[in-house]
């Protein structure tokens, strides 16, 4: 599938559904909009991704797209009112539209007639099916090795570390599957729920409902964590996830050198240990689960200061540790199969 | 408001809503609807509450009603079509229609049809306003005393212990309100937000705003607690409610002789110190809280018994208890004013 991906004044910084879609899906990514870096090239900015020019608008886009992808994800998942211009274009051109937002296209009158029209289809990502239900409290009983990737904070690595260690374990010839929870999981895989967007009581039924799907094909199924139990708005999903989940071990995901939780400069982030101790007393209360192993995004640090973050940090969780990106997935996949 | 309410075949045990608007609204009740237990009286079954009769179908109402209350909370919140009749009836005889189940009633084409053509509300209590987000991590800075009732399950008293707490604070002239999470208690207040239906990102930021709007009337905020961080259903929205409201104190509410979840008899409820632990653990991570109360519920056991157990029950929380229903909840008050 040929894709534009919309990130206006977000990009790549605060772009990461459009990172994650460009690093890890299959589809061919044509262009990025960014009014705000007009003229450059995904590769000036991000280097381990497939390219893509950034351009100012829809109209610009130089050749045919099966779909435009909104691919920022802004705190709270509202509309921005100066997109409407790029998704009214891609309409008329007959492209499909893939949002993300909590904010559903479908139900933008305007929108969703222009797409009747044209004979497009939007798919609101966000959107959970409605039949769900509460969970039964047994995604356990699966014949799988489940693991969950827990994090400091939002915007840690929970979803890139899900990926990264899915194609380590597709290289040793391990059935694994990822487990989708946030938008860009689903967009990149093109299948799962976005448990945030489900309502409170379901959002652990929806977890053990798709981990139930795929256990049956897979020996090792990887679960992608949302926020974090220090966040103050997104630690429910994270605790809903969790004792849906009931998985094997958990990877705990941090930012290097964060100190305050995203968006919430306010509020600090808890110590290391803090973390692995709520993590593992949490779980233990519905299924049992250790931290088996730590991912650190090292991204903005040298490559020697890297190496010192990464066992320092091994040293905080007491387990083994690895930025994935950085360096590989292998020190993580062994210590999950451990 | 005279209502009825709708409880088939699960009253008095299985009828919590029920038994919390006979217990604690404003409501003149004329009638409860329970098939399996026609020709007797609530008092044959609870005697605390006020009295009424139980019939077995709304046609039987002797009097005019107000509107008829769904009463009843099965897991899952699924609607019943054996009670399509009854609410039928009370369409046809122009009364609104109370509704608590996550199933809207308002959604239904037949229902919603017959109350237009009857001029009949239908209220979908668990229906969040549609401008909810995230919380910004700032309930602790309002100028009351905010306590929240957290539980070892569901069905453990929280509801019953806010409404209890209520009225001692109010007999001694403490500007007090109760902020609703559940169907019962927004049946209860005739306001507030049924958090555990609000899409998971939001459910904290439901909390938040609900304190907010209350706080400047209150010197004592009541925050109305759901499930509990060790159900395997429902721990998130208990976590979104605890990050939400930035407690100054948690009361623990727990079942006497509860041995494993409610509907999950394959789960144990943990040691009663691992709940003040993980719940004092997790709250820290954000806002720090202790329990400083326990309610226990000794319905079921002789009044010996019942003292030695809220005796244990307090050594276990290491924090003064009692059950405020049987006894009161003087000595809860006493101990968050503290």
Partial sequence: MRIAILAHEQFPNHAKTAIGILRYSDHNVVAVLDRT???ERVCDYVSDVQDAPIIEEMSQVSSEVDALSIGIAPIGGGFDSTWRSDIQDALVNGYDIINGLHYFLEDDKRISRLADEHNCEIWDVRKPPDDLTVSDGTADNVDATVVLTVGTDCSSGKMTTSFELLQTARDQGIDAAVIPTGQTG?????????????????????????????AAENDLIIVEGQGSIAHPAYSGVTTSILHGAMPDGLILCHAANREAIRGYDHISLPPIDEYTRTYEQLSGLV?????????????????????????DYAAAIDAPATDPVRFDATKILNAVLK
Wanted: proline content about 2%; charged content about 25%; glycine content about 8%.
């Fill in 186 to 214: 689903v967009m990149i895989t093109d299948r799962g729920i976005v448990v945030d967007g489900v309502i409170s009581d379901f959002a652990a039924g929806a977890v053990e409902r798709m981990i139930k799907q795929v």
């Fill in 287 to 311: 299924s049992p689960a250790k931290v088996v192993a730590g991912a650190i995004n090292t991204h903005h640090i040298e490559e020697a200061k890297a190496r010192t973050a990464v066992a």
């Fill in 37 to 39: 870096k007009t003229g």
